[in-house]
């Protein structure tokens, strides 16, 4: 079946460090790929997606593309805000609403 | 206009004991999810309502667990009788289409269940 590997956290960075949260997936077929955020005290919010190999999806300074040949779709920013701490979700669909998300990452980022 | 909202946003209950966890959707989406996160591993699907109908309920882990929309709009999710392991964060989503490609799914703050 459909499963999503996510880089294990937590992880703890300085303001403006480089971030990379890896993920990588299995799935049959040609999944979408999505980065959802859980911020402290709220619901989850999808950051980016991509529904095809070679797409990029960006927002808010974040960054990851869908690679085929590696299974893989890191979240990747390049200065990081303390705002950004938060818990970050990657997760396929394999065509329907039905999510299958990975672990979850804890990112701190420290003033 | 409004996001999917969940109640409580917090229940301690003990072992035995039944609760009910309550969704509202966004106005007009037909489609509405449950899922779980369990001891801070990965976010599990549940089962999903189109309108009042359970479209695929394949993620509900045993017959203690029963979802229901009536009326198609909010839904409630029970619990009865809890058990230690059903501890965990259950979070509600809610989209348009059931397509991933025309439109996202918006989730609730979630309902974090203690059971003692």
């Known amino acids: 079946g459909n499963s999503v590997t996510q880089m294990e956290g937590p992880v703890t960075l300085s303001e403006e460090a480089f971030l990379t949260i890896n993920c990588t997936y299995t799935?049959?077929?040609?999944?979408?790929l999505f980065w959802y955020v859980q911020y402290p005290g709220e619901g989850l919010q999808l950051l980016l997606k991509?529904?095809?190999?070679?797409d990029k999806g960006s927002n808010k300074g974040f960054e990851a593309t869908y690679r085929k040949e590696t299974t893989s779709f890191h979240l990747e920013k390049g200065s990081v805000q303390v705002s950004d701490s938060a818990v970050y979700f990657c997760?396929?669909?394999?065509?329907?609403?039905?999510?299958?998300f990975g672990q979850g990452t804890r990112l701190t980022i420290n003033p | 206009e409004a996001g999917v909202t969940q109640f409580p946003s917090h229940s301690v209950i003990e072992k035995g004991q039944t609760v009910t966890l309550r969704c509202d959707p966004i106005?007009?989406?037909?489609?509405l999810y449950w899922y779980r996160r369990v001891m801070g591993k990965e976010i599990k699907f549940l089962l999903h309502?189109?309108?009042?109908?359970?479209?695929?309920e394949s993620g509900m882990p045993n017959n203690r667990f029963l979802a229901e929309r009536t009326g198609g709009t909010y839904s409630t999710l029970k619990v009865q009788p809890a058990e230690l392991e059903d501890s965990g964060v259950y979070f509600c989503?809610?989209?348009?289409?059931?397509?991933?490609?025309?439109?996202?799914?918006?989730f609730g703050q979630g309902t974090r269940l203690t059971v003692v």
């Open positions: 989503a809610s989209s348009q289409s059931i397509w991933v490609a025309d439109t996202e799914a918006f």
């Open positions: 799935a049959t077929g040609y999944p979408s």
């Open positions: 991509a529904t095809k190999a070679d």
């Open positions: 997760a396929l669909a394999g065509g329907a609403q039905k999510l299958v």
């Open positions: 106005s007009g989406h037909d489609n």
């Open positions: 309502f189109v309108k009042e109908s359970k479209q695929d």
